[in-house]
């Protein structure tokens, strides 16, 4: 891609209501826009890096069985009665339409998925069954500081499983807590499994939990049995209740939650299936979350130093950034100029994700600001110095390693 | 996709207030579900669908140069009040946060996407710019009986460009028209470009019309000059205004609609640019819709017969439904099972899209009901009649041409 062809230009100047580091950099290196406090636009820059999450969860999803659904974001009043959350979930959206029907913004989805399945379960041979979508969610939070970290609109993966028994709930809760974590992985994260209250859905929930400078979140951590809890669910102590080791109080950013929400909501709607002797039993359920806008957010929070973001290989919306040091006045320009056009040109051939930062009105110092600003993870530079030698200058974002490579090794360098 | 690994299960009995045909035939296949009136589900058929139309008008809008990002849903009142359109916006949803503030739940993004710009558009040289979503709209619609062709929710295409003067939207709006085209031939549709008066948008605009039985507009086609001009801005006549000649009355469903806005929106947010010679000018706007979820009814309203659906081949949900006709009791029945499970398996290698109907415990008479409403474009089925001449037969679901094929030239039928 290259720059004068997209909707690209780094911003100097941003609001001062800004200050979570992630809605920061973000919005000075044009991947999102505030529209108005926890409410945000995706900018492509930024639409590409959210698609790229969305593909890591959907393939982590559908490699557990998931199948993709997508449900309404307009809930009937009815649904969300039945369970009593209309009065009882704080942050619950409201509005009414003119012909006089009440509705919720849907912050989560179980008043409309456990209804919704009663068409396809009736029989233990209908279960289990998992489904998952990955849509907008609402939130009336209050004023926050968090940028895109917690807002009043965000993207969100939930996944719903329904099972014939608790243990069967128990082995697939474990199977999607190791598919988290290979989320987490491919997005360049470490999470944390931490024991958790589960708030207004189950008391048995575990939380995801990624170390950040800024993170909201304390637990304990012991690094002798593995134990993790959040603080909020222990006593205040110096060990662990688990194996009686010292150990460490850990600030986190919440990554994604898991909830045994057992028969909860099967038994609101009436839920059930017939079992192998005939006998009517309610469906056991469990959900899952993560949050794909946040997951930007944190993906930054966790990445980033004084020049700007480093994104990690799998979310990086491009692979590379390629400057060539010109300003197009001097002869020598015209030839590093097409010489960059040359690389680009090879570059895009093998299928790369190149970012290409042609801009003629641009001074060169410019362009390296700007590249760090973005953070892709490998940078290639052609200058007048360089070419002299027939080469380009790579260097890693991350490790700020820089490698001479011959222009006629180009291929090489995947 | 195995059918008893997938979530699917055809339904006799759905509610009596579904009329459209689409919604009718889409959810007795297990493509939809409605939540409430005018507010559906996408279930895993469904879905597939909706992704493939969303490809193809992703692709048609790279193709003319669009940026594709995603702009919020919930908006700011100040947004509208600043167009006026806060109040004259009839089908405005709108809703009160618990900490005051007022929100509009986009019906259309003019009012998002105006003021984004202007943190990009400064001089000429930032244009033209192509920016479009794809996602979620709401409209307080009065209850209809249109299914998913007129709903409260529902996914929207929207494309926005914004031009130094007239003339170059003028080509960019005849450029929009042809990529329109192009994208409803993909959906196997045809369309009408229709003149007519945009509503709310603007006066200069057209629509594309597809002739559906059921279909809810009128308009005239002349087929002497081309002319179509919607019944609503033309006086009743039985001669073309332009040519004389005689014209037809005919009824489509709307598929798009497409907007010269001019300076009305930046005239609103003071969106202006600095052309070559250093004057301020205001920019200069189009606007192009097309509804993903109304498209995936208008494909249904427009291809179907007494048995289902028949969907045309770009944005069937799987191209071929195999089903091998057994029922898992005697001896050749398994024989039977044993060869289908082998042309799955030959077809999966080849990675074509196979919806394999391996259900043991129903008929095979009910299997060949359930693939007529489903309206996969070809149909694989290997009985013990065709098995005897070592051969399958493929059925076109469209013609019902036969052919048979022996089972070693499988490859040869893709």
């Known amino acids: 891609m290259k720059a004068t062809q997209f909707y690209f230009k780094t ?15 973000l919005t000075k290196a044009n991947f999102i826009e505030k529209l108005t406090s926890g409410v945000y636009n995706f900018l492509p820059l930024g639409l590409r890096v959210i698609k790229k999450i969305e593909q890591i969860v959907r393939e982590e999803m559908e490699a557990i069985g998931g199948q993709e659904i997508l449900m309404a974001l307009l809930n009937p009043r009815s649904n969300w009665e039945q369970t009593g959350r209309w009065d009882s979930f704080k942050a619950l959206f409201k509005l009414r339409s003119k012909y006089g029907s009440w509705f919720a913004l849907a912050p989560t989805h179980e008043e409309i998925i456990t209804p919704m399945v009663k068409n ?41 499983s329904f099972h014939q028994d608790e243990k069967d ?23 944390y499994v931490v024991e958790a209250s589960g708030g207004t859905f189950s008391r048995f929930s575990h939380e995801f939990q990624v170390l950040t400078p800024a993170g909201e979140d304390i637990f304990y951590h012991c690094s002798h049995c593995g134990m993790n809890r959040n603080k909020e669910i222990m006593e205040n102590t110096k060990k662990c209740p688990e194996c009686g080791h010292k150990i460490e109080e850990l600030k986190g950013s919440e990554v994604g939650n898991i909830f045994k929400l057992k028969d909860k909501y099967s038994q609101a709607f009436d839920l059930n299936y017939r079992d192998e002797k005939g006998e009517i039993k309610p469906v056991m359920m469990g959900c899952y979350g993560i949050g794909i806008s946040r997951l930007l957010g944190v993906i930054v929070e966790a990445n980033y130093d004084a020049k700007g973001i480093i994104w990690p290989k799998e979310t990086a919306p491009f692979q590379y950034h390629l400057i060539g040091l010109f300003k197009g006045i001097k002869k020598e320009d015209k030839e590093i100029k097409k010489q960059t056009d040359l690389v680009y040109k090879q570059l895009i051939k093998k299928g790369l994700e190149v970012f290409y930062d042609d801009r003629e009105s641009v001074s060169s110092g410019e362009k390296l600001v700007d590249a760090d600003l973005l953070g892709l993870p490998q940078r290639i530079i052609i200058s007048e110095k360089t070419l002299k030698n027939r080469s380009f200058e790579l260097k ?4 700020n390693r820089i490698k001479i490579v011959k222009l006629k090794d180009i291929s090489k360098i995947i």
Do not use: T, W
């Open 11 to 25: 911003r100097k100047e941003i609001s001062k209501d800004e200050v979570a580091i992630s809605a920061v950099l």
């Open 120 to 160: 396809y379960i009736y029989s233990y041979k209908d279960l289990p069954l998992y489904l998952f979508h990955i849509s907008d969610k609402f939130r009336d939070e209050p004023r926050s500081k968090s940028g895109i970290l917690r807002g009043k609109e965000f993207i969100m993966k939930d996944l719903y």
């Open 396 to 399: 890693e974002r991350k490790s």
């Open 169 to 191: 709930l128990e082995n697939y809760y474990e199977k999607v807590k190791k598919a988290y974590q290979k989320i987490y992985k491919r997005c360049g994260l470490k999470a």
